[in-house]
Structures are given as C-alpha cells and as structure tokens.
C-alpha cells in the first residue's frame, strides 16, 4: 500500500508534515509505503492530485491512500481494513453522497489511473477536491464502494474525550 500525503512546505503547513513524520509516520508497518507529495505551486487543487499522482505511478504499489498534511494514519489498521475492499475499480473513504469525504480516499490502481487520465481533461471547478474525485470516477462508472468508513486511531467518542481531557493519548507501544 502507498499512503500519498499532499502537503505544502511553507508555513504554517509545513508543521504539519513534520508532525505527521514525528509520529503516525514513525512506525514502520511492512507493505506500507508513506510517500509526501509537495504541491503548493499548482493552482487548482485537482492537477495537485494529477501531479502527484503522474509522480507515483512508476511505483509498485496496491492499492493507495491518499490524504492531507493534516490527518492521522494508523498505517496497521488502514492496511487491515484495505484488505477487505476490492483490488480493482475501488474508490473509498467515508461516503460524503457520492464522493469519499474526510481524512483521506483509498484507491484501487485501476482508480487512480481513470483520475491521472481524467483530471487534466475536466475543466477546473468550485468544487472541493473530494467531491471533484467523486465526479469524475462516477462519469467513469466507479462510484464509492460499499463499506466505506472511517479508519481513524480512534474512534469519534474517544477522540471526543481525548480532546476534553478526560482520556489520555495512548501508550506509544499500541502505536506500533
């Protein structure tokens, strides 16, 4: 599995990153691959994605996961969870109506080649990237696929209590 970050090295985004290697992307977890993707310089958020997406294709890799500087992967249970979906015309996340929403979307090799294809034709949009991903896999007949949900650490009620201070933040060795 290839988990592509796209993230931005200026300030303040680029705490983030280094947040993201000072933690999540500490733990090794074997068949995963953590790839960061640097794409403050393209003007609209859907040919950052085609970019960097054309930057990982040479690599080997089934399927990908891609996210922002700003989320938190538990690389362990993303990859258990993957496991179940389908290897071929998969799109998931947390279904949004139509298209995954939230900290990241995972994708089949088949998906992520329809998206590199079909990005650059689509004219640019008001839409938010997520929703833009979503569009373009339905016009190719990929819709989210069934069993979508969310992969945090965490779920929300724990999170929820993290934050109020009523729970403390896990051992450092559950995150390996």
């Not at 998931?92 to 080649?113: H, V």
């Not at 008001?126 to 016009?139: F, N, P």
């Amino acid at each position: 599995m290839l988990v592509l970050v796209l993230s931005c090295p200026r300030p303040p985004y680029d705490m983030l990153r280094r947040a993201q290697l000072a933690t999540w992307d500490t733990v090794t977890v074997p068949g995963v691959e953590t790839v960061y993707y640097d794409c403050d310089d393209l003007p609209t958020q859907h040919l950052r994605l085609q970019r960097a997406l054309d930057d990982v294709r040479g690599r080997t890799w089934r399927p990908l996961f891609r996210t922002n500087s700003s989320s938190y992967v538990d690389k362990a249970r993303l990859l258990e969870w993957a496991a179940g979906m389908p290897w071929e015309r998969s799109y998931a996340g947390i279904d949004g109506g139509g298209f995954a929403s939230g900290s990241g979307m995972l994708l089949s090799r088949d998906a992520c080649e329809v998206l590199r294809a079909e990005l650059g034709k689509r004219p640019p949009s008001d839409l938010i990237e997520d929703q833009h991903v979503g569009e373009t896999l339905a016009a190719a007949g990929i819709p989210v696929t069934p069993g979508a949900r969310r992969y945090d650490f965490w779920e929300r009620a724990h999170l929820r209590k993290f934050a109020a201070g009523v729970i403390a933040p896990p051992p450092a060795e559950d995150l390996a």
